[in-house]
């Protein structure tokens, strides 16, 4: 069955950067949408990046320009990288996949939230 674990959560500074991992398993799934969507407390879910299996990307609004989305097929991690950190980046983010049937799957940002797929959450904390 598909896994998906987080990583690389923890507490910085206005300003500062983290980089999250998420290191997936149990699928081989050609065609797919990865994203990141993240929840603070009273808050609704918030996806805010997503790329495809062709490597499209797509990111929120509030996060285009300082975060970035990547991948690393051969380590089958999904990785997020997070720069000019504010306070309200504050939630737990979650690590999420899609299956998808088209050869140039269309993964939107905001969509990253509803993917079948989810794992736990790492922490991110920013003061």
């Known amino acids: 069955h598909v896994q998906l674990v987080e990583s690389g959560g923890g507490s910085v500074q206005a300003g500062g950067s983290l980089r999250l991992s998420c290191a997936a398993s149990?699928?081989?799934?050609?065609?797919?949408?990865m994203g990141w969507f993240r929840q603070a407390p009273g808050k609704e879910r918030e996806g805010v990046a997503a790329i495809g299996s062709d490597g499209r990307t797509s990111y929120a609004d509030s996060v285009k320009g300082r975060f970035t989305i990547s991948r690393d097929n051969i380590k089958n991690t999904l990785y997020l990288q997070m720069n000019s950190l504010k306070p309200e980046d504050t939630a737990m983010y979650y690590c999420a996949t899609l299956r998808s049937f088209s050869s140039r799957p269309l993964c939107i940002a905001t969509h990253a939230s509803t993917y079948n797929y989810r794992g736990q959450g790492t922490q991110v904390t920013v003061s």
């Open positions: 149990g699928y081989t799934y050609l065609s797919y949408c």
